[in-house]
T-cell receptor
């Protein structure tokens, strides 16, 4: 079975603070893909980042960075120096070859106050 | 610009009145899918299509129909809408099933009275 757990329901930070979102996944597939999507108050789902199971290199893209650790089945996402525009719900999602569809976590609401 | 479009963005209708939500992508993607998002239930897949004329049920297909006559279009049909179909609907597309990133349309907010 595929499962994605985002234990944090809501995180509140003050602007310029860093915020880290946790994601833990379960799958028996050896090839899979992990994603982070952002859903701002306007409602659309915006693709942020994707990671393949065979590439554990962690990267930074602007203010976003992610930490993928297969040993702990975690795919955490960090926003550095948060801004008010980062206020949104963030979803972690898992895609496997055998499953074929995105399995979403419950989402984490991020609130950034000035 | 590469994108997935949906229409309408907002719709209020009454029980039993047939409606269609259109979805179109310009990325030549083979895989397309419909999701609904409900508070407390998250995002759930309704139907998906791996290519033209190939469609299959997702997790919550009851009350919905789809068709895939052209690669770029994947309309969602509610033959007889009911209030429990009030939801936020997303269309998505990707290169193939289990491949690539799924890109989402802007969403359609549906209210069935």
């Amino acid at each position: 079975a595929q499962k994605v757990t985002q234990a944090q329901t809501e995180i509140s930070v003050v602007e310029k603070e860093d915020v880290t979102l946790d994601c833990v996944y379960e799958t028996r597939d050896t090839t899979y893909y992990l994603f982070w999507y952002k859903q701002p108050p306007s409602g659309e789902l915006v693709f942020l980042i994707r990671r393949n199971s065979f590439d554990e290199q962690n990267e930074i893209s602007g203010r976003y960075s992610w930490n993928f650790q297969k040993s702990t089945s975690s795919f955490n996402f960090t926003i550095t120096a948060s801004q008010v525009v980062d206020s949104a719900v963030y979803f972690c999602a898992l895609l496997t070859d055998s499953w074929g569809k995105l399995q979403f976590g419950a989402g984490t609401q991020v609130v950034v106050t000035p | 610009e590469a994108q997935v479009t949906q229409n309408p963005r907002y719709l209020i209708t009454v029980t039993g009145k047939k409606l269609t939500v259109t979805c179109s992508q310009n990325m030549n993607h083979e895989y397309m899918s419909w999701y609904r998002q409900d508070p407390g239930l998250g995002l759930r897949q309704i139907y998906y299509s791996m290519n033209v004329e190939v469609t299959d049920k997702g997790d919550v297909p009851e009350g919905y129909k789809v068709s895939r006559k052209e690669k770029r279009n994947f309309p969602l049909i509610l033959e007889s809408p009911s209030p429990n179909q009030t939801s936020l609907y997303f269309c998505a597309s990707s290169l193939g099933q289990g491949q690539g990133t799924q890109y989402f349309g802007p969403g359609t907010r549906l209210l069935v009275l």
